[in-house]
């Protein structure tokens, strides 16, 4: 199996704080302490009452409908940064943005309209965020949609802004089509396709790259359509989960455009799940783990006890990689 050609994780630092897109000392330093100073990313994103619906979001939690409470979470949990809409963290801002990294989400898919549309538009600008005192701004491309063609232009020109004010840049790089579900598979997470999400989002100028975790391979062959290469599934990737992040890893400029993988929806096994991404990621080569309803969620010292957990993977010099 085809393993990297350098250790990621162990040189990312250089990589990034020499990054041409950036070279942004603001994100060196909250890579450099964060997780007790590994250098890895714990990153808590509460935008779900856009994109989810905030009674659906909240009502287990309804201490979350207050800005303040999300920002207080990140900081007891001790997270490297918290990640909101920009209405929420400049609600807060005066109180808080000297006290842990903000980053402010510049679009969303509200979840109002009926019928539903998907489709990630603009709720602010990156001088607002400035403004606010963000030290980097976040955007979603819904990769594969009919509408990714202008998603991938306003948000390529919005990080462009941002690099020029010296703020950092993160990409939620998710697929979005019907045609990515055939025969009861869902291609969506696949990582051949996931991957290439990846590669474009890296070329855009992101410098840390969030996607989920691959759950299957062969999207591009299942649907028959792109281009691919048959080596990418014979010896690039197999069907263990490590390979084929490491895949997304590679497609991420080698690791010079941070991979960090998403903790997904809450459910039974909360726990479990978050450490086994964690593990997973860590010893794929990524960057870190962003991690919001599994935490908010649930009762205060609950959340902090996962988030905690998770950050203990990446400070446990026992878990190498892979």
Known sequence: MWKASFPF??????SISVNPWTNNPILFWTFWT???STGYLSILPVDQGIEHSAGASFAKNPMYFDPKEIVELALEAECSA??????ILGSVARDYAHRIPFIAKLNHNELLTYPETYDQISFGSVEKAFQMGAVAVGATVYFGSKESGRQIQEITAAFERAHELGMATILWAYLRNPEFKRDGTDYHTSADLSSQAVHLSANMGADIVKQKLPTNN??????KYGKTDKRVYEELTSDHPIDMTRYMVANSFMGRAGLINSGGGSGENDLKEAVKTAVINKRAGGMGLILGRKAFQKPRDEGVELIRAVQDVYADTSITLA
């Open 218 to 223: 062969g999207g591009y062959t299942a649907m």
């Open 34 to 36: 964060s997780n007790n």
């Open 9 to 14: 994780c162990r040189v990312f630092i250089d």
């Open 82 to 87: 918290v990640a909101s809409t920009l209405g």
